[in-house]
């Protein structure tokens, strides 16, 4: 997930306004004003107080994707970064925990008593700025070609817990005024597939709505977090432009 541009100035008058429509899901009569946000990036390694509210999250909110266990993933705009070279610790005056992180780069933080009190952080073998982290959600049995519409809210919901205070006061409380980050319609969120795509869809049964594809780089969609009227076990479906090139 990223979040890109913000108008403060939008946003505050969209949150006094009626919803109007726009073409931000091709498919979709409904779709409302989104008001994209930026310089609210994935974020850097964290201190170890400030991730907890990220566990805090995802126990809170964990009805959102019961089947699904709590990872972290590191990711990194390098992209030729090999994760089997990155090591991961706590580390703090008293604390010092390896934290194993696998090939994909995903690991697991656990609730260590003290650590916090500590003041340990996350602590790489790579450059300042090299990695980043996000919330990794994935529900058992979801197909390769597809995400978990409620496996990406609470992905949402934890970088919203652990990144909302150090976002500029401004963007915070205009955001936590129309019901945060992850909540309202009136914010737009971009994620990226694994490959470019011809197309991405909600499926719901026998309900289906194509989303909008980022022209400039279809990698990146746009998903409708905020819109209720698609229940968490809707799946986001990828059709993969390699794939409908070699099946024409």
């Not at 306004?17 to 409302?32: I, K, R």
């Not at 696998?102 to 450059?127: C, H, Q, W, Y």
């Not at 197309?199 to 998903?223: M, T």
């Amino acid at each position: 997930m990223k979040l890109t541009t913000f108008s403060l100035l939008a946003l505050m008058a969209s949150a006094g306004a009626s919803a109007q429509e726009t073409d931000a899901a091709p498919a979709s009569t409904e779709a409302v004003q989104v008001v994209e946000v930026s310089g609210v990036k994935n974020p850097e390694l964290k201190p170890y107080r400030q991730m907890l509210k990220g566990l805090d999250a995802f126990e809170k909110l964990h009805s959102l994707a019961p089947a699904a266990p709590l990872k972290f993933q590191l990711v990194s705009d390098t992209r030729k970064i090999a994760f089997d070279t990155v090591t991961l610790k706590l580390s703090g005056k008293n604390t010092d925990v390896p934290l194993p992180v696998a090939g994909d780069g995903t690991f697991i933080l656990p609730r260590l008593p003290g650590a916090a009190e500590d003041n340990a952080e996350l602590v790489s073998n790579k450059s300042k700025g090299v990695l980043r982290w996000r919330g990794d959600i994935h529900t058992p049995g979801v197909p390769d070609n597809a995400r978990r519409l409620g496996d990406l809210r609470l992905e949402c919901e934890i970088g919203w817990a652990v990144n909302r205070e150090d976002m500029p006061f401004l963007t915070r409380n205009s955001l936590s005024a129309i019901g945060g980050m992850c909540r309202s319609k009136m914010v737009g969120l971009r994620y990226q597939a694994p490959r470019p795509l011809a197309n991405v869809a909600f499926v719901s049964g026998e309900r289906k709505l194509n989303l909008r594809i980022d022209p400039a780089n279809k990698r990146v969609y746009y998903p409708l977090l905020a819109d209720s009227s698609w229940n968490d076990d809707t799946l986001i479906v990828y059709e993969f432009e390699d794939v409908v090139a070699a099946n024409p």
